[in-house]
């Protein structure tokens, strides 16, 4: 087999390494379910999809998640992170849930999948480190090890942007399966493919060599439509582990019947829950200092929800934060102190 890391010496070798290395089967594919064309609804087949069976990457529960002990090597889980909407918060999951996993003990990689709209590395506080990307190491102009960005403050991650801003290129199937073929060849025991908006070419190639996917969406009934429509995708392209993430939740709204509530989403969707992060402006301050929320010395509420998500990817038994209700003042739990009332 040819190097992957150099440029073949004609075209009709690069397509040969390519189709060979997007037919290999990875050995960490679990949890995928034959596709039997019953008629029951595709939200009935998502909540009942199994879970996937990756007992060799759990953690116990009992063990310090910070020890220094790293988690057994046992292949790679390729994960992509989709919404079909734009702006409900992918890319920050993507920063948050790869940072907390890598925490953990892990070797993680994001893969930034947005073609000319890359925003990962700002999320990360990366984007004056870029020199090479996806597609130099695809035309053979540099090695994987050299377009890879390793964080220093978490060395076990690393962000492998796509294409730089400037550049319209656009990848392929066969292309991003070679690609994360390359990355599974390095040990990596997480990607994260943090997928552009819509569902058109782009959606397509991010997807390719995926084998879970983590649907972010918001209590809006437009995002909703569009996370139900991506979902349906997934399962057309034999992507059945799904799991939903609901961003952005005001409990205050929701006791005021003014959002949907986590549970009426998840409903709607037929998905199985893996998180609800609560509206948090420390978003925004987290963004522009290039720092993900669970990095802070002091975890707002989002950040905490954030790790447990985290948490429950690799394996761990988390709770999930009661978003139902909104947090009280002072002066209201002293009230409901001497009133006695709820």
Known sequence: ?????????????????????????????????????????????????????????????????????????????????????????????????????????????????????????????????????????????????????????????????ISKNRQKYNVTKDSMSLLIDILKDMKFQYVFIDCPAGIDVGFINAIAGADEAIVVTTPEITAIRDADRVAGLLEANDIYDVKLIVNRVRADMIKKNDMMSVKDVQEMLGVPLLGAIPEDTEVIVSTNRGEPLVLKKKLTLAGIAYENAARRVVGKQDFLIDLEQPKKGIFQRTKEFFTGSE
């Open 1 to 161: 087999m040819p190097d992957r890391d150099r440029a073949p010496a004609t075209a009709e070798p690069d397509r040969m390494t390519v189709a060979h290395l997007a037919a290999r089967a990875c050995p960490a594919v679990c949890g995928r379910r034959a596709h039997a064309g019953s008629n029951a609804s595709s939200s009935s087949k998502r909540a009942n999809a199994r879970p996937c069976a990756r007992t060799s990457l759990r953690v116990n529960a009992g063990e310090d998640p910070d020890q220094d002990v790293a988690p057994p090597d046992e292949g790679c889980r390729t994960i992509v992170i989709t919404s079909g909407k734009g702006g409900v918060g992918k890319t920050t999951t993507s920063a948050n849930l790869g940072m907390s996993i890598a925490r953990l003990g892990y070797k993680v990689c994001l893969v930034d999948a947005d073609i000319g709209l890359r925003n990962l590395d700002l999320l990360l506080g990366l984007e004056n480190r870029v020199m090479y990307t996806a597609m130099e190491v695809l035309e053979g102009e540099c090695r994987m090890e050299q377009a890879l960005i390793r964080d220093k403050r978490w060395r076990s991650l690393a962000l492998l942007p």
